[in-house]
């Protein structure tokens, strides 16, 4: 004889699988979608200041450092906004 908490664990459990497996599904969409939305963020950030990078390009900076610069610069503006 099973008391009544392992009558109804046991009735529910595919209920659960199937709520747990919805959740992750959801979960992963919105995570791809959030990766999405701060890939087109940081695209249109350095697709805004195009002459900023041109002009230091010129000057004589080379691709890393300002790549590093804006990636540095965007990281702790995320860390502050965010």
């Known amino acids: 004889a099973s008391t ?3 009558f109804f664990s046991k009735q529910s459990e595919p ?5 747990r497996i919805i959740g992750i599904t959801v979960g992963a ?7 999405f939305g ?3 963020t940081m695209f249109a ?9 041109a002009t230091l390009r010129a000057i004589g900076f080379r691709g890393l450092p300002v790549v590093v610069a804006v ?7 995320a860390l502050i906004g965010g």
Do not use: D, P
């Open 4 to 6: 009544t908490l392992e």
């Open 15 to 19: 209920v659960i699988k199937i709520l």
């Open 29 to 35: 969409i919105m995570a791809v979608g959030a990766v």
């Open 38 to 40: 701060a890939l087109n």
């Open 45 to 53: 950030a350095v697709a805004s200041r195009a002459r900023e990078i």
């Open 71 to 77: 990636m540095l610069e965007t990281s702790l503006l």
